[in-house]
């Protein structure tokens, strides 16, 4: 029987967030520790799993992976995930803030902004 998989933008979070970790040249036991509970929560399939463990050694594009993420609720779950991870080793490196900030760019450009007042505003 085939485990069922968390779905394409959420498992792509995870993704991101891992290549996130190694910005600043070392993934540390505490961003580590981070990412192992969000999977946990995901309830990743075997394959998944598999992936995630092979990413964790060679690291993909942070912003390429970022950019495959289609929901503007989870890019918005990404960009605040990733700055508590970046901050996790006690240490907020230049190249992970230049990542986040071009996450960002990427994320306000492709969202309609009057759409989520719009939504905000009927209490969405």
Request: glycine share 4%.
């Amino acid at each position: 029987m085939n485990q069922p998989s968390v779905n394409s933008d959420k498992f792509q979070v995870l993704r991101t967030l891992v290549a996130i970790s190694h910005l600043d040249g070392q993934s540390c036991a505490l961003e580590r520790r981070y990412l192992f509970g969000i999977a946990k929560k995901l309830n990743l399939s075997a394959h998944q799993q598999r992936q995630l463990m092979e990413e964790l050694d060679e690291p993909k594009d942070p912003l390429a992976l970022f950019a495959q993420i289609q929901s503007p609720k989870e890019r918005g779950w990404l960009l605040t995930s990733a700055r508590t991870l970046a901050h996790a080793d006690g240490i907020f490196s230049s190249s992970e803030q230049i990542m986040l900030d071009q996450m960002f760019e990427l994320h306000m450009s492709t969202i309609d902004i009057d759409a989520v007042i719009a939504a905000v505003m009927r209490d969405e």
